[in-house]
C-alpha cells in the first residue's frame, strides 16, 4: 500500500482478554517498529523487526506481550491478559532498513482496556 | 532524567509568530528526527538531520553535536501548525529505533 496500515483503528476490550494489532508496512521496507504512546507521553520502543527476525525485543514491557512478522512484511503484535495499564496508543513504523533512513508511522491502534 | 528533553512542553502563539521548539539529548546519536502529530496519533516525519541545518517551507531545523542539541522554527506561523511536535533521536549502528521526547503542544491561534 502507500502508507504504513494498521488495523483495528480503535479497539475495546475487557481486562483478561487477548488482543491482537496488526501492522501491514510500507511495501518493500524491511525495518518495522512497535512503539507504545500512552496519553500525554512521546512513544515508548517496543520491538523492532529486521526482515522476519525480531532484532530487539527489549522494550516489551512483559512477557503478555508477544509480536511477530512471520514473512517479513505484516506484523501483528499479540497481548494476552490485558490489564488497564495497557491502554495505550499502539504506534507501527517502517524504513528501509539500517540506519539513517526516512520512518514512516500508521496512524495507530488506540487501545482502551476496561 | 529522559534521554531527550524538549522545551516548553506547550506554546501557544498568535498567526505570524516566529516558534522555536528545543530539543537537548544526553545519549550518542546517528540522527535526530523532528516530527509532527495531530489529535487522532498519526506523526508525519519532518526532518531527519546528522548536522547542521535543514528547510522546508517554513520549517528550518538545527543541529549542534558538539552542544547535543536541537531546534525547530516555524516561520510565519499558521492555525494549520497547531500540532504537538516530537524530537527523537536514533543511535543504533543498524537500526532506526527512535527514542522519544514527550513532544511540543504547539496552538496557533487566528
Known amino acids: 500500500g502507500a502508507g504504513v496500515s494498521q488495523t483495528p483503528s480503535n479497539k475495546v476490550t475487557e481486562k483478561g482478554k487477548y488482543v491482537e494489532l496488526r501492522c501491514d508496512p510500507i511495501?518493500?521496507?524491511?525495518?518495522l517498529y512497535w512503539y507504545r504512546q500512552s496519553l500525554g507521553q512521546g512513544p515508548e520502543f517496543l520491538i523492532y523487526f529486521q526482515g522476519t527476525g525480531a532484532a530487539d525485543d527489549s522494550g516489551l514491557p512483559n512477557d503478555r506481550f508477544f509480536a511477530v512478522r512471520p514473512e517479513g512484511s505484516v506484523s501483528t503484535l499479540k497481548i494476552q491478559r490485558t490489564e488497564r495499564g495497557d491502554s495505550a496508543v499502539y504506534l507501527c513504523?517502517?524504513?528501509?532498513?539500517?540506519?539513517?533512513?526516512?520512518?514512516?508511522f500508521g496512524e495507530g491502534s488506540w487501545l482502551t482496556v476496561v | 532524567k529522559n534521554e531527550v528533553e524538549q522545551s516548553p512542553q506547550n506554546l501557544t502563539a498568535q498567526e505570524g509568530e516566529f516558534i522555536t521548539i528545543n530539543c537537548s539529548y544526553s545519549v550518542g546519536i546517528s540522527a535526530l528526527h523532528w516530527l509532527q502529530q495531530h489529535p487522532g496519533g498519526g506523526i508525519v516525519s519532518l526532518f531527519m538531520?546528522?548536522?547542521g541545518k535543514k528547510k522546508h517551507g517554513r520549517l528550518i531545523a538545527t543541529i549542534n553535536i558538539q552542544e547535543k542539541h536541537s531546534s525547530l522554527h516555524i516561520t510565519a506561523s499558521h492555525p494549520r501548525d497547531s500540532a504537538v511536535y516530537i524530537c527523537?533521536?536514533?543511535?543504533?549502528?543498524?537500526?532506526?529505533?527512535?527514542?522519544f521526547g514527550t513532544g511540543t503542544r504547539l496552538q496557533v491561534f487566528p
Open positions: 527523537a533521536v536514533s543511535g543504533g549502528i543498524n537500526t532506526d529505533k527512535l527514542i
Open positions: 511495501s518493500g521496507h524491511t525495518a
Open positions: 538531520l546528522s548536522s
Open positions: 513504523a517502517s524504513s528501509s532498513g539500517g540506519a539513517g533512513n526516512t520512518i514512516y
